[in-house]
């Protein structure tokens, strides 16, 4: 294995601050792939994820091109278990491609950005966390604008991605996806600035390593590297037991919020459909008497629900997914409303 080392800024003490990246080669030349960990700082799993697949790549040599990883992406946040990049509270998968001349995070990004666009790779995988409480999946980013090319690299990121063997996702539509600045995250920048096939996993929750989800991760990593035949493997691909399958795709739904607080009682599992109006959890307050019942508003998938049993007004405590409307029936759905009479 080499290790190569980026430099990213010089610390208060004068310390040179690095990232180390990990690399792995064939002699064949082949396929490059990348993994990102802890973007999100305090989201860990990644980190071991990658440690295991460095360890089996020892064990079991690549047949043909290059695995890169970077198992910390914002050191600085990672060092003090946070999301975001303490120097500034910028959140770098908000950031992306990044700015030479913005504020630490943006040059951070840039660098991050350029280093791994410069290998020209085949996929990147941003290794991420959403709660303990969640099934595990995979995010597809959304086509900006019209530049050539664009749809292309999302479709081969969802093909790719369906390899994995989780449930995979497109996040949520454009208007929020825009919003809150999604279109920053780095999978975003990678498949719709450089037209780079990427997806974004979700394994558990932040700040604690459970190995079920470390596990996933590798057999998921495995996978891929075997479909890009890097790899032998001698059993068939796997799948997680709790890939949602439906016929048309899924797509992250916008919040479901509770608007009071109390104490959350839930009704419902991650990876369960539910039906609309079926009641997903009620909040009680302090002395027992049920505040309120927080209903499905459309037919969903439940993802993950937070880690917390504490709620107040806004938080947004299931996330969901619904299955996108096959193509030609937003069309039949309009000629229905515009004739209602008839
Ligand atoms: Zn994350």
Redo the contacts with the bound molecule.
């Keep these: 294995m080499e290790i190569k080392y980026i430099g990213i800024l010089k610390g208060i003490d004068l310390s040179e601050r690095r990232l180390p990246i990990l690399i792995e080669r064939a002699k064949e030349p082949g396929p490059t792939i990348w993994l990102c960990g802890a973007?999100?700082g305090n989201?860990v799993t990644g980190i071991r994820v990658i440690q295991r697949i460095f360890n089996f790549l020892k064990r079991n040599p690549l047949k043909i091109g290059a695995v890169y990883a970077a198992p910390v992406i914002n050191p600085l946040g990672f060092e003090m278990v946070k999301?975001e990049n303490p120097y500034d509270g910028e959140d770098i998968?908000r950031n992306f491609p990044g700015d030479d001349t913005g504020n630490t995070t943006e040059r951070l990004g840039r660098t991050i950005f350029n280093s791994i666009v410069e290998t020209k790779p085949d996929l990147v995988i941003d290794l991420?966390?959403d709660t303990l409480n969640s099934i595990p999946y995979i995010i597809v980013d959304r086509p900006i604008g019209t530049k050539s090319g664009i749809v292309e690299t999302l479709e081969k990121s969802w093909a790719l991605a369906e390899k994995f063997g989780v449930t995979v996702t497109h996040d949520i539509e454009i208007e929020g996806y825009k919003k809150y600045n999604l279109d920053k995250s780095l999978t975003a920048a990678l498949t719709n600035r450089a037209q780079i096939p990427a997806f974004l996993t979700e394994l558990g929750g932040p700040n604690v390593i459970y190995e079920s989800f470390v596990r996933i991760g590798v057999r998921g990593i495995k996978n891929i590297l075997a479909h890009f035949n890097m790899i032998s493997l001698e059993e068939a691909p796997w799948i997680s037991e709790t890939k949602i399958k439906t016929e048309c795709r899924l797509e992250i739904t916008e919040d479901i919020v509770c608007n009071e607080a109390g104490i959350i009682e839930y009704f419902v599992k991650p990876g369960q459909f539910v039906k609309t109006g079926q009641p997903l959890a009620q909040v009680n307050n302090i002395l027992g008497k049920n505040e309120e019942t927080i209903f499905a508003k459309r037919d969903c998938y439940v993802i993950s629900l937070i880690d917390q049993s504490v709620s107040f007004p806004g938080l947004n405590i299931v996330n969901a997914a619904v299955v996108q409307n096959p193509p030609g029936e937003e069309i039949k759905k309009e000629e229905k409303t515009e004739n209602p009479k008839i």
Excluded: A, K, Y
Aim: hydrophobic letters at 0%; aromatic letters at 0%.
């Design positions: 973007t999100h989201e999301r998968n991420h966390s």
